[in-house]
């Protein structure tokens, strides 16, 4: 085993973005890296994006991969590349991988990083994986509205109120500045199926509403509502599009704001929302 481990390489995984403006990415292609050589791996079914996005035609795409791989097999300089091809394709960050890789090793990361992500299985299960969403949401904000310091995950009610209130749940984020939370939450269209995110949608709606009665208790304590709506775009399908308006829909009527992530103006829009808040 030690013998086959001879150097360390790095990989990259390589992400498509079908409308670059809203920064929506689902990964498609590995790139393998090491002193020789540049060696790009892709699904050609690309299962992944296919169930984000299932009406782009996919042969522009493969077509678009072959072009990068060709061109990464003639070049020294993969950097350089890859720039020129985005933004439509757009690179990880490097990260380190034994060298040489197998043929098993190969499938295992494709397997891993490129098919689509296991789903819960059933509706009830799914709704209550509160992970997936957080973290989508921690991303959103973190990376696009660029609000990074006093973020908090799963903000549990006894933190926000300092003490222990029943019937209320997490908050998948909050922002803390003084005596004030901006708590944010909502639901992810490629994390949960339609009926799945219209459950969820309801959940965070009445919980916002029971926090917000809280907090009127308690003068001390001043809390914002952001209601999210994340990967717009999935929506394009019958069921996801009535789940995804439902959704803005309900979480309008108990949150202060409501954003669909799909909109480009929306991570400024996050933003300012958080420091202004933060800031009375």
Known sequence: MAEKLKTVGVYRILYAQPTPETGERVAVAILVQDDQKNLLYFDRRFPRLKKVFGDLELDALEFYLEDLKKALTHSDEAEN????????IVPSDRRRIALPLDERGVHALMQKLLQPPARLMSVAAEASSFNPVTKAIEAYVKMKARVTEDVHIDV????????????LHTVALGVHKGSTWVLLDGVDLNELKPRAAIKRADEVGRNFWQLTREAERLPVTRIKRIGLILNGNSHRRGATLDAHDYSLHRLRADSDRTFDGSSAEAPELVRREILNAAMV
């Not at 590349?81 to 439509?88: A, G, H, I």
């Not at 549990?156 to 019937?167: E, H, M, Q, T, Y």
């Open 81 to 88: 590349v890859l720039n020129t091809y985005s933004p439509q």
């Open 156 to 167: 549990a009610p006894d933190v926000i109120f300092g003490k222990r209130v029943s019937g």
